[in-house]
T-cell receptor, first 117, second 112 residues
Framework: DSGVTQTPKHLITATGQRVTLRCSPR?????VYWYQQSLDQGLQFLIQ???????AKGNILERFSAQQFPDLHSELNLSSLELGDSALYFC????????????????FGPGTRLTVL | GNSVTQMEGPVTLSEEAFLTINCTYT??????LFWYVQYPGEGLQLLLK?????DKGSNKGFEATYRKETTSFHLEKGSVQVSDSAVYFC???????????FGSGTQLTVLP
């Protein structure tokens, strides 16, 4: 158990709909990352938040957005869903700095499997 | 930009065989290197990491050495078990951008 939790575990919805995926980072971790895993694209970085602020963006579609709340949990919002958005969405967290030494170790949640019909 | 190239799978081995999964990388800075493992139906688990050249990461009998001269981080295990069957991902984190860049993953199946 990594300490990162994600809900829901599975989500089935229809094209054109909007969904929200939720992530709670490990206790004490300030950074949250979202990744998409699909058969054709592999594992791709979507977006990073650090202590409530957006820090880096990857291959995230304009239909997708995210935020990190004051309690450090994060939500990924996916709208106008298409069949191709079906994938496993992972959240990861890192402390950003451990004992004064920079670390990049990210700990992953179990993922949310999104199926768009 | 950054990229990671992994050995194509799938790889099928008999129990107690020696395992090598090749991984090479391209990065603009001085990246940290990682191996993650994904068991069926589960998320990614950190297997081992190395943060600077010549560092050796090790865990559960797996090892990988950060080779800057060959830009490689090959995963090895001397004697695999059936329970090692999983997908293995090599990844890097560039110092300036914290996100992970992953390889395509290598499916390993170990037969009894």
């Amino acid at each position: 158990d990594s300490g990162v939790t994600q809900t829901p575990k599975h989500l089935i919805t229809a094209t054109g709909q909007r969904v929200t995926l939720r992530c709670s980072p490990r206790s004490g971790d300030l950074s949250v990352y979202w990744y998409q895993q699909s058969l054709d694209q592999g594992l791709q970085f979507l977006i990073q938040y650090y202590n409530g602020e957006e820090r880096a963006k990857g291959n995230i579609l304009e239909r997708f957005s995210a935020q990190q709340f004051p309690d450090l949990h994060s939500e990924l919002n996916l709208s106008s869903l298409e069949l191709g958005d079906s994938a496993l969405y992972f959240c990861a967290s890192s402390v950003h700095h451990e004992q004064g030494v920079r670390t990049d170790t990210q700990y992953f949640g179990p993922g949310t499997r999104l199926t768009v019909l | 930009g950054n990229s990671v190239t992994q050995m194509e799978g799938p790889v099928t081995l008999s129990e107690e065989a020696f395992l090598t999964i090749n991984c090479t990388y391209t990065a603009t800075g001085y990246p940290s290197l990682f191996w993650y493992v994904q068991y069926p139906g589960e998320g990614l688990q950190l297997l081992l990491k190395a943060t600077k050249a010549d560092d050796k990461g090790s865990n559960k009998g797996f090892e990988a050495t950060y080779r800057k001269e060959t830009t490689s981080f090959h995963l090895e295990k001397g004697s695999v078990q059936v329970s090692d069957s999983a997908v293995y991902f090599c990844a890097l984190s560039d110092g300036s951008a914290r996100q992970l860049t992953f390889g395509s993953g290598t499916q390993l199946t170990v037969l009894p």
